[in-house]
């Protein structure tokens, strides 16, 4: 099974989304911002995939700067990005080659399909 990053500030929404992950099978690391995230990457730690919030605090690095920064690491990981906010043509541009999206809020079924799409991809 995969190792996946999940990078999401609110903790209610970052637990859950450790326990659903995690109850299929994964192993799941986590981190509230940018930096703590940039951190497990920098780490030996294996990592198969990012899930991470587009709109992280204010005062911290975006889902998507993260991602760069995170894809400069590790080329090879796979990032899902979530949102509860509405998809502008802008949003859609700055998603990086290879990334996939879930709108918030996500059921259950839908995180479990946009995970294993991410992995199969």
Do not use: C, N
């Not at 999940?6 to 903790?11: A, K, N, P, S």
Request: glycine share 10%; proline share 4%.
């Amino acid at each position: 099974m995969a190792v996946i990053l999940i990078v999401e500030d609110e903790f209610f929404v970052r637990q859950v989304a450790e326990l659903m992950i995690g109850g299929w099978g994964h192993s799941t690391l986590s981190a509230v911002d940018g930096e703590g995230a940039l951190s497990i990457l920098r780490s030996a730690q294996p990592i198969d995939a990012l899930f991470t919030d587009i709109r992280l605090k204010p005062d911290g690095l975006s889902g998507y700067e993260l991602s760069q920064q995170a894809r400069t690491l590790r080329p090879e990981l796979r990032v899902l990005y979530t949102t509860g906010d509405s998809l502008t043509d802008k949003i859609k541009l700055l998603f990086v080659s290879g990334a996939h999206f879930l709108q918030k809020p996500y059921m259950p079924r839908g995180l479990q399909d946009s995970i294993e799409g991410l992995l199969a991809s």
